[in-house]
């Protein structure tokens, strides 16, 4: 058992406080991903759960052990780091048996865990160079083969990918995940990337000025964000917003912007949204969610300042009324800037939010 | 610009100006050599500049000095060389895990105990040489005693006033070599003869000479290594603690290999100060323990303007500066820590 447990965990560096009192459970042999922008709190969190942090309060929890006080070492967690934190004076063999070494594990006992790292890590040909001898992506190969033998209850990786390029960062997501099927240990992960927590994640968590926004499997932060934060940070590009209100026109609703911009609701929605009817609220669209052209959509008129063909579809970028707005429209359309376009909208696909508290409506 | 960057004849002008400068520098190391090979004849003569040309080499200046006539040579050469080593590893050993310490750790200091730590030193110290009639060894042996325990003490209790941190106390460090030498060498001299007349003789021994320099030469080694120290990633330590190495062990097994340049070059500039330190030298040895630089400065006083004498000296001076920085510049590679991080 490696649940981690933070119960009303804080943290404030002298007289600032980063983490109001925050609770999260992970559960044995999750893969659990920390995201949000930076600042937001998510390493820190993650330093505490490691003891590189001290809590200012509350109570951390590793399977059944209380290790709030507890120095890092004996925590027997494993950190990866960004910057790879490899030990430049040692070749990667003695990089990875390094903390064996230490804790007097036996020669043979070292090279046989180091060579089964080395195995599962595709380190086999460079165990004798050194780190300036390796590249970026064998380097955090490295760091996290040093993780690996060390049999942790829990992985941490802070940002491991942020220093690799596009192409290798892809692969190692794939890596990863992969190590996590074969290892099944729990695996806390910071990204500030939101594709990669969407990729690799059993369950994302969005964090906020040291707050948890929302805490749920992939699919559901994004069919259903519980509030404007979860909504505008998870998706690329990212949910297009329109600030409006619900209005009554006869038996049915529909949303009308400042400017003009109106949009009906179908009956199938009106229902749970009859209660905010004359509230402020805010629109959400995902431009990815205005390309199926049905003759019962509701349409936004767009005024297009930019289109950005992207092959297996195109970005028509301009705005709505006065509020930016991206469609996602079929490939090959003769769209050109200073046309005005009119975007369909799945009314299905539409989300709700009060202006007054940015929370999730009419679900 | 680069100097790679020149033209035609900029590039002759450069390296005109480059040979006039080494010449420049170079002159007197040569002047130097020249003139402890000649015979006394051929120094007060005029100005000669070419063996064997100008004037017939003679090696009876380094006969007198390596024969002994010229006072204990080899005693002083070994003297100094045993010093200036170990009162340079000693240092930077020291040194520098006080400088890890205040660039890894926070440490806070009262205010109030340090003013409580001076009073009670002078003042205690004042009081039992003053009223009490005890010596002045003893007295200031228990007044620092008191100080210090006094001090440990207080800091453990909520005091008052402000509280100083790790740049406080690394300018308290630096601080110690901003007022002239001269200030402590006699204060440490009188120091040394009360602490040997009670039976502890410091005054011209080798601990007395090497722990002087140690003393003076930590403020600088904390100050360089702190620098290379923070220039370290940190990263790679907390790995190592998450990893469950002890923190001696980080320190000796990780910290101290990534920064040795650093240490080289810490190690060097020590040896460099206390090889051709002077004024403590002068104070604390009379014998046994002399150093070269005071042998060198003897050979002009003894017996009036003997430059001959004085050159040969000071070559031996030199040349094993030079040898030693030679060596070191090899191991004072950069790029030591490239591959830890990015």
Known sequence: MSQVRLQQVTKSFGGVSVIPPLDLVIADKEFVVLVGPSGCGKTTTLRMIAGLEQATSGEIRIGDRDVTALRPGLRNCSMVFQNYALYPHMTVAENIGYGMKVRGTTKAEIEKAVSEAARILNLGAYLNRKPNALSGGQRQRVAIGRAIVRQPDVFLFDEPLSNLDAKLRIEMRTEIKLLHRRLQTTIVYVTHDQVEAMTMADRVVVMNQGRIEQAADPITLYELPKNLFVAAFIGAPSMNFLEGSLEQSGTALEFRTADGVLVPIPPSRSGKLADAVGNPVVLGIRPEHTMTAVPSFPTIPVKVADVEPLGPHTLAIGTAGSAAFTAQVPAGSAIVHDDIINVPIDPEKMHFFLKSTGEAIGR | ?342
């Not at chain 2, 590039?11 to 520098?25: D, I, N, P, V």
């Not at chain 2, 909520?158 to 030498?181: H, Y």
């Not at chain 2, 001269?182 to 003789?201: R, S, W």
């Not at chain 2, 051709?276 to 150093?291: D, K």
């Open chain 2, 1 to 342: 610009m680069s100097v790679r960057a020149l033209k035609g004849n900029g590039r002759w002008w450069a390296l005109a100006g480059c040979l006039l400068w080494l010449a420049f520098t170079f002159f007197p190391l040569y002047w130097v050599a020249i003139t402890s090979f000649k015979s006394p004849l051929g120094v007060v003569g005029g100005p000669t500049f070419i063996p064997f040309v100008d004037f017939e080499p003679s090696l009876s200046a380094w006969n007198e000095l390596l024969s002994g006539q010229r006072g204990q040579f080899y005693n002083t050469f070994i003297a100094s060389t045993i010093v200036g080593l170990s009162a340079s590893l000693l240092a930077t050993a020291i040194g520098s895990m006080a400088a890890y310490a205040l660039v890894r750790f926070d440490f806070e200091l009262k205010l109030l105990t340090a003013l409580l730590f001076v009073i009670v030193a002078f003042g205690g110290y004042l009081i039992g040489y003053n009223l009490l009639g005890l010596r002045q060894g003893p007295s200031l042996v228990y007044a620092f005693v008191a100080a210090l325990t006094l001090a440990v003490g207080s800091s453990r209790v909520r005091l008052p006033g402000p509280v100083l941190g790790n740049s406080d106390i690394v300018f308290w460090f630096v601080s110690q070599r901003m007022f002239p030498p001269i200030v402590a060498a006699f204060a440490l001299f009188l120091m040394y003869t009360e602490i040997g007349k009670m039976g502890f003789k410091l005054v011209d021994t080798y601990i007395g000479l090497t722990f002087a320099y140690v003393a003076f030469s930590l403020p600088i080694v904390i100050w360089l290594m702190r620098d290379f120290f923070e220039a370290l990633p940190v990263e790679v330590e907390e790995a190592a603690m998450v990893d469950n190495v002890p923190t001696w062990r980080i320190f000796f097994g990780i910290v101290l290999p990534m920064s040795k340049p650093g240490l080289i070059a810490t190690f060097m500039i020590t040896l460099a100060f206390v090889w051709n330190e002077f004024l403590f030298a002068l104070f604390l040895t009379s014998s046994r323990w002399q150093t070269l630089p005071i042998l060198v400065a003897g050979q002009n006083s003894q017996r009036g303007d003997e430059w001959w004498a004085i050159s040969a000296a000071a070559l031996v001076a030199i040349i094993p500066m030079v040898i030693m920085a030679g060596i070191l510049s090899r191991l004072m590679r950069s790029g030591l820590l490239l591959g830890a991080i990015k």
